[in-house]
């Protein structure tokens, strides 16, 4: 049961990295919500199979391939998801990789994965959508919506991921950058940071040695639950949230604290 003002019956949202994990459960979420949903990932049969599912309960979802790292895949989804569904008005940037290791280890190939995947493909997912939302007539209904996917990891200092920190730090200041760029033009921009949640991203280490020492030694000794990120995410999409923009929301059940 969606609440009232949380609908997004009308909408039609692109999920980027909808293959799995959040994404997945972003994609389910909006489409109960009403919104017609496009499901991007490079592996397009798992997409394609998690929207025929979605289909086969009554919702409207198409899978679609996506690559964020290739400026031409960015372009070539929205323009699959624009034929089937109309202007997307509404982005989750959520695909994401991850990466550790101490940095005088890291190899040159694994930071650029990192960067070219959280950052820049990050940027390339909102620039195309700002640009088809602007074209579209955001400006008007300022109905636009972009939601960035960070971490936690932007907040803190560890040992072992100052990639993927800095990555997921950049997408904070692209919030802001891009909130204040496109104000005007009726596209609001938020962040939300999770904080450690088991998925494919963190698939074992949560059970190993390591990753019970860390869970240990959070504040509620305990993993965050994936749900605990819905009532936000459905808020950023909707009408509701019209005058929020450029805001950071830390949702982590305490654990940077
Ligand atoms: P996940 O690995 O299940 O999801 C990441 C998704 O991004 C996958 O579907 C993957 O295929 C996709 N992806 C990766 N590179 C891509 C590319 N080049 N093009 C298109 N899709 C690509 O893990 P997740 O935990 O669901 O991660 C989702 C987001 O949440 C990521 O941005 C991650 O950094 C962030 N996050 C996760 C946690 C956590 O603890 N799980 C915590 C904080 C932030």
Known sequence: MIPSGFDLT????LIAGASSGLGEGFARLLAAAGARVVLGARRVELVEGIAAGLRGAGYQALGVSLDITSESSVIAAFDRGEQEYGTVDTVIANAGVGSGGRSTELTYEDLRRTVDTNLIGTYL???EAARRMIDGGSRESETGR???????AAL????????YAASKAGIAHLT?????????QGINVNLIHPGWIETPINAG???SERGLQDIAALPRKRLQEPSSLDDM????????SRQITGAVFTLDDGQSL
């Not at 009308?10 to 949202?13: C, H, K």
């Not at 972009?146 to 936690?152: K, Q, R, T």
């Not at 802001?176 to 005007?184: L, M, N, T, V």
């Not at 995410?233 to 509701?240: A, E, H, I, K, P």
């Open 125 to 127: 997912v909102a620039r």
């Open 176 to 184: 802001r950058q891009f909130a204040k760029e496109w104000a005007r």
């Open 10 to 13: 009308g909408r039609t949202a």
């Open 205 to 207: 280490f949560s059970a």
């Open 146 to 152: 972009i939601l960035f996917i960070g971490s936690i």
């Open 233 to 240: 995410v459905l808020f950023l999409c909707s009408d509701r």
């Open 156 to 163: 803190q200092n560890h040992t072992g991921d100052a990639s």
